[in-house]
């Protein structure tokens, strides 16, 4: 079964709500959704996050990568409001 991928920043032993990485996972742990991490540089540069900008064509993050495949990238509260209204644009399960 495919799993949601959460691309985030490498700062996973910071748990602060001002962390938007965090506040998506936390997001997802409290619905439930089975994810792997998969952590993206300590700077925000676009070196640093090579896989980011090609993946999503931008190098910010969180950005989930959906059970289908799709990539979802935007403000982090608004992801995490779509998470919570089952608004996503793809599956969270495979």
Known sequence: MAKVK???CSYTF????????????K??????????????G???GEKSRADVVKLTGQKYV???ELAD???YREETDDMIAKLKANELPG????
């Open 14 to 25: 910071l748990h602060m709500d001002a962390d938007a990485c965090w506040r998506l996972q």
């Open 27 to 40: 997001a997802l742990d409290e619905r439930g959704v089975d994810y792997e991490i998969v952590k993206h």
């Open 6 to 8: 959460l691309h985030r």
């Open 91 to 94: 599956p969270l399960t495979g």
């Open 69 to 71: 495949g799709t990539v």
């Open 62 to 64: 969180p950005v989930l």
């Open 42 to 44: 300590y700077g925000k």
